[in-house]
C-alpha cells in the first residue's frame, strides 16, 4: 500500500505571469495567466471556445511548453521537470477518453503502472481496487472499451488518471459528452471521491453551470487567453468582476446559486413520522407541533412510505392509508438545485428529505428552496471556506444585505 509513498499528498499549482503564444498566432492563446490553485482544491477552467482553457492545462504537464512565465508544482518549477515524468506524476481525464480500443478495461487502467514497471499482480490488485472506487462491477476488468457505455468508460478514464495515486490531476471536459442525467450522476459520484481524495484538479469545462458544481474556484477566461476573474463560485455569482463575466454567467445567478448549497446546509421543515397501527392520538399531536400539517407513514427503519391520508388517521390506530406516494425522496447531500428539478419533476411543492440510510430527517419544500435562495448573499465571501467548517448549518437562518 504505502509503496507510492510520497506521491499521494496533494500539490498546490501556481500559475506565474504564464503565456503561451503559438507561432503564426496574431494573439497569444494564454496571456499573462497568474492563479493560484491551493492543495486538495478544485480549480475550474471555464470560457468560451478558444479562449485558451486546454493549452493553459496542458502546459501543466508540459504537453505544450510555455512561452514565458513559470508553473509551480508542490513550489517547484515544471521547467525543472522531465515530461515524461510530469506526464506520470499527473493524472490526465479528457473528453474523448482516449481509451485503447484493443485492451481490455483493466489493461487500460493499468497504462501508467506498465510505465513505471508494476509487476502484473500489482496492477491487477489496483485495477480491481480503482474499479471499485469509480464504482463499475469487477467483471468488468475483461471487457473492452467498446462493450461498454459512455458514462461507463469515463468512469475507466478517471480510474486510469488515478491509477498511480497522482497528488495532480488535469480534467479537460471529461463528462462534456454524457448525457444530462448520467453526467450529474458522474459528477456528483466524482465530487464524493473528491471528498475522500482531496486531490490538486485543473477541470475544464465551457458549461458554467458545470464549473459552479464542481469548483471550489473558477477562473473564467475570455478570448485572448486573458483572465476575466478568478474567485469562489459564490462571489462570481454575487459580484462578477466585469460585463463579460455576468454575460457569461448569465441572467438566472439567484437559480444558479441553487448549486452553491446542499440540502444539508439549510433548515428543513420538520414533519410527523407514524408507522401503522401506532396510536392515533400522538401522531395527531405530533402533526400539530411539525411545520407540515400532514404525517409522513415510515416503515421500520424509519424509511418514507407514503403521506397518510384522513382517513388512516380516523381510527383509534393508524392505517396505512396514503393520499399520495413519497414522491420525489430527496437526499441530503444532492445539491438543492438538483433537488429542485426532482421536485418540479414530480410535480409536488415538498419532499421527505433522507440521510444516508434511507431514514427521514425533515422535508424540503418549494418556500424552502426560495427562502434558501434570498438567503444566499450574506454567505458571499469564501462561501466554500465557510461550508466546509462546522459553524455553518445555520445557513438558512441568516439575513443576508438585500441584493441589488
Ligand atoms: N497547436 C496550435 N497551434 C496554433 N494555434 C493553436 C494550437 N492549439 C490551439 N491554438 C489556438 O489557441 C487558442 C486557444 O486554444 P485552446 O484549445 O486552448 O482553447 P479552448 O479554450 O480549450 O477551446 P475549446 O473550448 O474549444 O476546447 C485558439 O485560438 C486556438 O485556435
Ligand atoms: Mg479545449
Not at 441553487?258 to 401506532?278: K, M, S
Not at 435562495?373 to 437562518?397: K, Y
Request: hydrophobic content about 40%; some cysteine; overall charge negative.
Amino acid at each position: 500500500m504505502g509503496e507510492s509513498s510520497g506521491r499521494s499528498s496533494a500539490e498546490t499549482i501556481e500559475f506565474r505571469d504564464v503565456t503561451k503564444q503559438y507561432p503564426g498566432g496574431s494573439e497569444p492563446a494564454v496571456d499573462g495567466l497568474s492563479l493560484e490553485v491551493p492543495a486538495g482544491e478544485i480549480c475550474v477552467l471555464v470560457g468560451p471556445s478558444g479562449c485558451g482553457k486546454t493549452t493553459a492545462m496542458r502546459m501543466v504537464n508540459r504537453m505544450i511548453d510555455m512561452t514565458s512565465g513559470d508553473i509551480l508544482l508542490g513550489g517547484r518549477s515544471v521547467r525543472d521537470r522531465k515530461p515524461e515524468e510530469l506526464r506520470r506524476e499527473i493524472g490526465y481525464v479528457i473528453q474523448q477518453i482516449g481509451l485503447f480500443p484493443h485492451r481490455t478495461i483493466a489493461d487500460n487502467i493499468s497504462t501508467v503502472p506498465s510505465l513505471l514497471g508494476w509487476s502484473k499482480a500489482r496492477m491487477s490488485e489496483r485495477a480491481d481496487e480503482l474499479l471499485e472506487l469509480v464504482g463499475l462491477p469487477r467483471e468488468m476488468r475483461d471487457r473492452y472499451p467498446s462493450q461498454l457505455s459512455g458514462g461507463q468508460r469515463q468512469r475507466v478514464g478517471v480510474a486510469r488518471a488515478l491509477a498511480v495515486d497522482p497528488p495532480v490531476m488535469l480534467m479537460d471536459e471529461p463528462f462534456g459528452a454524457i448525457d444530462p442525467i448520467n453526467r450529474e450522476r458522474l459528477q456528483n459520484e466524482f465530487l464524493r471521491l473528491q471528498a475522500e481524495l482531496r486531490k490538486t484538479i485543473v477541470f475544464v469545462t465551457h458549461d458554467i453551470d458545470e464549473a459552479i458544481k464542481m469548483g471550489d474556484r473558477i477562473a473564467v477566461m475570455q478570448v485572448g487567453g486573458k483572465l476575466a476573474q478568478f474567485a469562489p463560485p459564490a462571489e462570481l455569482l454575487m459580484a462578477p468582476a466585469s460585463p463579460f463575466v455576468e454575460d457569461f454567467v448569465g441572467a438566472d445567478r439567484a437559480l444558479k446559486r441553487l448549486a452553491l448549497q446542499r440540502v444539508r446546509d439549510i433548515d428543513l421543515w420538520t414533519v410527523a413520522t407514524c408507522r401503522t397501527g401506532e396510536p392515533t392520538a400522538g401522531v395527531r399531536e405530533r402533526t400539530a407541533e411539525a411545520d407540515l400539517d400532514i404525517a409522513l407513514l415510515v416503515d421500520e427503519h424509519q424509511r418514507p412510505v407514503g403521506w397518510l391520508s384522513e382517513r388512516g388517521l380516523t381510527g383509534e390506530r393508524i392505517r396505512s392509508e396514503l393520499r399520495s406516494p413519497a414522491d420525489p425522496v430527496v437526499d441530503l447531500d444532492d445539491i438543492l438545485r438538483d433537488a429542485l428539478s426532482d421536485l418540479l419533476a414530480s410535480e409536488s411543492m415538498y419532499g421527505p428529505v433522507v440521510g444516508a440510510q434511507g431514514e427521514v430527517v425533515g422535508v424540503l419544500s418549494m418556500q424552502v428552496i426560495s427562502q434558501a435562495v434570498g438567503s444566499a448573499p450574506s454567505e458571499v465571501p469564501g462561501a466554500t471556506e465557510l461550508a466546509a467548517s462546522e459553524h455553518v448549518n445555520g445557513a438558512g437562518d441568516a439575513t443576508g444585505p438585500d441584493e441589488e
